[in-house]
């Protein structure tokens, strides 16, 4: 099984949310999670990421609003790490125009991939568009991924009341992408 599970974030002066692009480029590279073989990118690399989107921002001067978007991706037991790597990069690669890191995580009985999307497009400076038919086209682009590594997609469903919450904060997600996938 695939769970895709997109949260939506927006800057803040508040001390409590300052650095949260940082953040969230740390938790997703942390290396007692996931190990450098593990983290790839689109446009950024684990070393880059917070300076380059920080970068396209400012250049186009939309440093306000959604900072970035985070998403995960769980694939249910222990998934060969390589396989989740590849389909990973391939799911970036969907996302044109927009600087993407990624990290697959080892450190629960789900192997799981994070994404962190700069919330910028470095080609035209527009925003990334998370309306309801946004999603469902992508959802049925990381179908086609997932049935391309030999995964069987049943059951897609999105649920725009789902909440999550990681251990550094309870923030609630825009939407929620359940992708149910068994290896065939």
Do not use: P, W
């Not at 917070?50 to 769980?74: D, L």
């Not at 080892?106 to 991939?113: E, R």
Request: negative net charge; aromatic residues 12%.
């Amino acid at each position: 099984m695939a769970i895709v599970k997109f949260n939506n974030r927006k800057n803040s002066t508040s001390n409590h949310n300052k650095n949260k692009l940082n953040r969230i480029v740390a938790y997703i590279t942390d290396y007692t999670k996931t190990c450098n073989d593990l983290i790839g990118g689109v446009g950024v690399s684990e070393e880059n990421a917070v300076e380059r989107m920080e970068t396209v921002k400012k250049f186009f001067g939309k440093e306000g609003g959604r900072e970035y978007i985070h998403f995960c991706i769980s694939f249910k037991g222990k998934r060969d790490a390589d396989t989740a790597y590849f389909i990973a990069d391939n799911i970036s690669q969907l996302l044109d125009g927009f600087q993407v890191l990624f990290a697959v995580h080892l450190n629960t009985k789900n192997i799981h991939v994070h994404f962190v999307i700069n919330s910028v497009n470095i080609n035209d400076g527009h925003k990334y568009s998370q309306s309801k038919s946004d999603m469902e086209l992508l959802k049925s682009k990381i179908n086609e991924i997932v049935t391309n590594f030999g995964f069987n997609t049943d059951e897609v469903i999105i649920d725009e009341n789902d909440y999550f919450n990681y251990e550094y904060e309870e923030d609630e997600f825009l939407m929620n992408l359940t992708i149910t996938a068994f290896r065939a």
